[in-house]
């Protein structure tokens, strides 16, 4: 019975210890669920992290690789990256683009639409096709056409994709030049100036001392050496009688040719006294004789003289009027 205390005292203590095992078992249960919590949440966000990276190495590689010219941009004006199909068009370093305002590449007369275009992206509407001009390494400009999402309003950065369009605009321009220009001379043809023509009487109507003065010129002799010296040598002389021609007259004069020898100067701002002056220009810059080949030819020229007045001539019948007058003239200079 002397053993009993202890007994008790033992079975106590380990009861105690039991208990205390249990609480940490559970805390260890505890712990051992919260690494586990952690470690699925640090292998969640690797696989997130190896993702994110994998999406940036993509771009990336989509960025340096791309034929189309990528750019990133910030709202205050300067490139923050370009990729090298950028750098190959406009033949510059990285260096150089990022170290200076991106309008500084664009041409002048492009500068006040782009920045109305930039006005529009921070208003929130989207670039679609936008073209501008932008210098080259080589001084020469290139077409660019541009589309550019407007930044969200929390952004100040512009994410671009351009393409060069210059040969594009050049066949544009070739196809607008062929379509107003005689194919032989370089001269307007006729339906480019009818509508110069419709344009100054149009200004005439407005203010009637926006005067013109429309001059139809006709080479004389000249069937004759066309068909005696063959169409190629006539041809020959038509090109160098319409550089005559335009050297006789000022820029903003429109100098034409209807086809066959016949050519048409419209020159604005003229009183009948310069109308007159200039047709006797015209008539002695083609007195002297044309090489052309080893041959010395020489022509002459009638020609007529229309202008716009109180009987208001439309557009068809100032240019008959002007026909009728050089038609005179040839009769008269036939008399002589």
């Known amino acids: 019975m002397e053993n009993l205390p202890p007994i008790q005292a033992t079975l106590d203590s380990l009861r105690r210890k039991v208990a205390k095992y249990g609480h940490l078992r559970e805390k260890l249960a505890e712990v051992e669920r919260l690494a586990g919590a952690m470690a699925a949440t640090n292998s969640d966000l690797s696989r997130q992290l190896s993702e994110a990276q994998q999406r940036v190495r993509r771009w990336q590689e989509f960025f340096e690789l791309s034929l189309d010219m990528l750019c990133i941009a910030n709202t205050q004006g300067y490139f923050v990256d370009v990729n090298p199909a950028f750098l190959r068009v406009l033949g510059y370093s990285k260096e150089q683009l990022l170290q200076r305002p991106f309008i500084e590449w664009v041409h002048p007369d492009d500068v006040a639409s782009t920045l109305e275009e930039l006005r529009k992206l921070a208003g929130g509407i989207d670039t679609i096709n936008f073209e501008n001009r932008y210098r080259c390494s080589d001084g020469s400009y290139v077409w660019l056409a541009w ?20 040969e594009r605009k050049r066949s544009e321009a070739e196809i607008l030049y062929q379509a107003s220009h005689d194919s032989l001379t370089g001269l307007f043809n006729r339906a480019a100036l009818m509508q110069h023509l419709q344009q100054a009487c149009a200004c005439f109507h407005r203010d009637p001392a926006q005067g013109f003065a429309l001059l139809f010129l006709d080479l004389d002799y000249f069937k004759a050496i066309n068909d005696g010296y063959g169409h190629r040598i006539g041809d020959e002389l038509l090109i160098q009688v319409a550089g005559r021609l335009s050297q006789q007259c000022r ?27 200039l047709k ?15 041959h010395e030819l020489r022509v002459g020229a009638s020609v007529g003289i229309a202008r716009p007045g109180s009987g208001e001539l439309d557009l068809t019948g100032l240019l008959d009027e002007a026909d009728r007058q050089m038609y005179l003239h040839k009769l008269a200079g036939r008399r002589r």
Not at 147 to 166: E, F, G, K, M
Not at 284 to 292: D, N, R, S, T, W
Request: aromatic share 4%; net charge negative; hydrophobic share 45%.
């Open 147 to 166: 589309c550019t999402p407007a930044p969200p309003p929390d952004s100040d950065l512009l994410y671009a994709i351009a393409r060069d369009v210059s």
């Open 251 to 277: 820029d903003s004069d429109v100098v034409a040719r209807l086809g066959g020898d016949e050519f048409v100067i419209l020159a604005s701002g003229q009183s009948a006294l310069h109308a007159e002056e």
């Open 280 to 294: 006797a220009r015209l008539v002695e810059a083609l007195q002297a004789p044309f090489k052309v080949d080893r």
